[in-house]
């Protein structure tokens, strides 16, 4: 089964249109021939965003990541915060063209599937046709440790109420989306909308189902929320997670 893209069409709402235009021209004008295109995913791009709930989800690709230098790139994303308090985060996700065209299963899924080209030549459409087998899933989540222990880092040191809820909401969708990487085979497409992923979730994976409520409900509102008490349950998930990418990986591997 070829697994389809998210967002079928680019529908900005009237509202967003401005900031988006805005990001690109000062990241054109920033980094200039640096950018081979920019993309955006989530909300935004469908036309579903709400002011003061939606943030806004860029990538970049590039020739070389080492040429977007981060402290530039906040300082857009300050100054656009400020020119549109509607918007609640922002945040751009960097990889270079040679990402997305050698690991398609990774970059090119994210790119491919997940965003939409807002500017430059979509280097998605070089990506083959990607294909749901468990060969897909182990590939889509090679860093999803790394990316799992980062987040968990970063909340276990956080100190003020605002990055603990930041990193809660972040942690609580990470999972939930790793959770739904492993049943794509019986949904057959991957699904953006938190809820409906949630829901199938409940429906094939064979994980305690107060666990997914929990990080559900922490996705819906993160707000003092106990950082040891969701800790312990994140972990709880994490290792049922890696549990049954491990069993996936023998079960392909004595094939």
């Given at each position: 089964?070829?697994?389809?893209?998210?967002?079928?069409?680019?529908?900005?709402?009237?509202?967003?249109?401005?900031?988006?235009?805005?990001?690109?021209?000062?990241?054109?004008?920033e980094f200039k021939d640096k950018i081979h295109s920019i993309y955006m995913c989530g909300?935004?791009?469908?036309?579903?965003?709400?002011?003061?709930?939606?943030?806004?989800?860029?990538?970049?690709?590039?020739?070389?990541?080492?040429?977007?230098?981060?402290?530039?790139?906040?300082?857009?994303?300050?100054?656009?915060?400020?020119?549109?308090?509607?918007?609640?985060?922002?945040?751009?996700?960097?990889?270079?063209?040679?990402?997305?065209?050698?690991?398609?299963?990774?970059?090119?899924?994210?790119?491919?599937?997940?965003?939409?080209?807002?500017?430059?030549?979509?280097?998605?459409?070089?990506?083959?046709?990607?294909?749901?087998?468990?060969?897909?899933?182990?590939?889509?989540?090679?860093?999803?440790?790394?990316?799992?222990?980062?987040?968990?880092?970063?909340?276990?040191?956080?100190?003020?109420?605002?990055?603990?809820?930041?990193?809660?909401?972040?942690?609580?969708?990470?999972?939930?989306?790793?959770?739904?990487?492993?049943?794509?085979?019986?949904?057959?497409?991957?699904?953006?909308?938190?809820?409906?992923?949630?829901?199938?979730?409940?429906?094939?994976?064979?994980?305690?189902?107060?666990?997914?409520?929990?990080?559900?409900?922490?996705?819906?509102?993160?707000?003092?929320?106990?950082?040891?008490?969701?800790?312990?349950?994140?972990?709880?998930?994490?290792?049922?997670?890696?549990?049954?990418?491990?069993?996936?990986?023998?079960?392909?591997?004595?094939?």
């Open positions: 089964m070829i697994l389809e893209k998210v967002i079928s069409q680019i529908t900005i709402q009237s509202e967003y249109k401005d900031l988006v235009d805005t990001y690109v021209e000062h990241v054109l004008n909300s935004i791009p469908k036309g579903t965003a709400q002011p003061f709930k939606s943030d806004a989800d860029f990538t970049i690709v590039c020739a070389n990541p080492k040429d977007i230098d981060y402290e530039r790139l906040s300082n857009i994303k300050d100054k656009l915060l400020e020119e549109y308090p509607f918007v609640t985060k922002m945040d751009t996700i960097i990889c270079s063209m040679d990402d997305v065209l050698s690991r398609p299963n990774d970059w090119g899924f994210w790119v491919k599937i997940i965003c939409v080209c807002i500017h430059g030549e979509d280097i998605g459409e070089k990506v083959p046709p990607i294909i749901i087998s468990p060969e897909f899933i182990l590939d889509l989540n090679t860093d999803t440790k790394e990316e799992v222990d980062r987040v968990h880092r970063s909340l276990s040191n956080a100190s003020d109420d605002a990055m603990k809820t930041r990193y809660t909401k972040g942690y609580s969708k990470r999972l939930l989306r790793a959770l739904y990487s492993l049943i794509i085979e019986d949904t057959g497409v991957w699904e953006d909308d938190m809820t409906k992923m949630k829901n199938a979730i409940l429906d094939y994976c064979e994980i305690d189902p107060a666990l997914v409520e929990y990080l559900y409900a922490c996705y819906l509102d993160s707000c003092h929320v106990p950082v040891e008490e969701f800790l312990r349950n994140a972990e709880e998930v994490y290792r049922y997670f890696e549990n049954a990418l491990h069993t996936m990986a023998a079960s392909r591997n004595s094939k």
